[in-house]
């Protein structure tokens, strides 16, 4: 297999892309490894420390959807020019900056199959790489003028409140449902969306197609973590190929927990072994065996298809393509895996 052919694979495995059409393959392979260039170029050091750390999750690899979103925006317009290059670097590395933020937050010792940087050297070390790959992305940002500047500033502030509002959880009063899914919003969507919205900005497309790409990038990454969510509870370790119940060992409430916990027995056991994080084996498979009988799944399913649904129609102002058709095959399959 070709490494294009094994790039288009990994991505249909991983966030359901179809692509049909030979000429768009070419153009999303090509600029993918395009990408990955600047990447690997952009977190270099001259200081050998600095350097490992930096290229520590670039060369763990990981979706990489943020810059294929970014590309395929780019394809209702002149393509993958070479801003839209630039663009979709610079996304992909304020992503993997927040990732080793994430790992000192969560105390994680793993991400992508490789030590995490917080476990092979410190706490102290990853939030300064995280930092170090933020003033790079800023630089190739700066690059593409005081808009696309402005743009990813405000996407700065969104995910670092999306963040914040997670750790301090919902006010007194508010409902926790909304509350998580405004989180996921601003955490997850935000710089989904600036990577649509980069991507029909540099490749020349009109602006109502920007702001339809934007939009869709919005809801499609809040349907990502949704699925995910869903899986996590629904899905047998052979089927999805993870370990069912990490959020419960995390102590993370998440969308299927949250409408359970509403139903009128939601206060009872359930709701005393979602209060914080779940050490033993026993006490994970009786939540999972409680939540997969509540109407936690159902509803949260029923979310997810109103989400993949509303990015679809998106689509609708978009000049019909390969490109948007693979736009819709990835809203598809986020309903499809979790049944």
Not at 168 to 194: C, F, M, N, R
Not at 215 to 230: L, M, P
Not at 251 to 280: C, F, H, I, Q, W
Request: include cysteine; proline fraction near 3%; aromatic fraction near 6%.
């Amino acid at each position: 297999m070709t490494t294009k052919e094994s790039i288009i694979t990994d991505l249909r495995e991983t966030v359901g892309l179809q692509l049909s059409d030979p000429a768009l393959v070419e153009a999303i392979a090509g600029g993918l490894g395009e990408v990955e260039a600047v990447l690997r170029n952009v977190a270099r050091s001259d200081v050998a420390f600095v350097d490992e750390a930096a290229s520590h999750l670039v060369q763990a690899g990981g979706k990489r959807f943020r810059p294929l979103f970014t590309l395929l925006a780019a394809q209702f317009a002149e393509g993958s020019t070479e801003e839209v290059i630039t663009a979709a670097a610079a996304v992909e590395l304020v992503h993997l900056a927040t990732l080793y933020h994430d790992d000192v937050m969560d105390e994680a010792t793993m991400r992508r199959g490789a030590d995490s940087v917080n476990a092979r050297w410190d706490n102290t070390i990853a939030i300064l790489t995280g930092d170090f790959l933020f003033a790079h992305a800023s630089r190739l940002v700066s690059d593409l003028g005081t808009d696309a500047a402005r743009i990813i500033a405000e996407t700065f502030g969104e995910l670092v409140t999306g963040q914040m509002r997670e750790t301090v959880g919902p006010a007194g009063g508010e409902d926790p449902v909304q509350h998580y899914l405004t989180v996921i919003d601003q955490k997850t969507g935000s710089l989904i969306a600036t990577s649509g919205r980069y991507g029909g900005m540099f490749s020349g497309a009109e602006q109502h197609q920007i702001d339809a790409l934007y939009r869709y990038g919005k809801i499609i990454g809040a349907a990502f973590q949704i699925s995910d969510d869903v899986i996590d509870i629904a899905s047998p370790a052979d089927e999805s190929g993870k370990t069912p119940g990490t959020d419960l060992r995390e102590g993370v409430k998440t969308l299927p927990m949250l409408y359970a916990l509403t139903e009128s027995d939601g206060n009872g056991r359930l709701a005393e072994l979602l209060s914080g994080p779940l050490t033993e084996a026993a006490q994970v498979d009786e939540a999972l065996a409680l939540l997969r009988a509540s109407s936690g799944l159902p509803r949260a399913r029923a979310t997810l298809t109103e989400y993949s649904e509303r990015a679809t129609a998106e689509l609708a102002v978009l000049p019909e393509c390969p490109a948007r058709d693979a736009l819709r095959s990835v809203a598809e399959y986020l309903v499809a895996r979790t049944h």
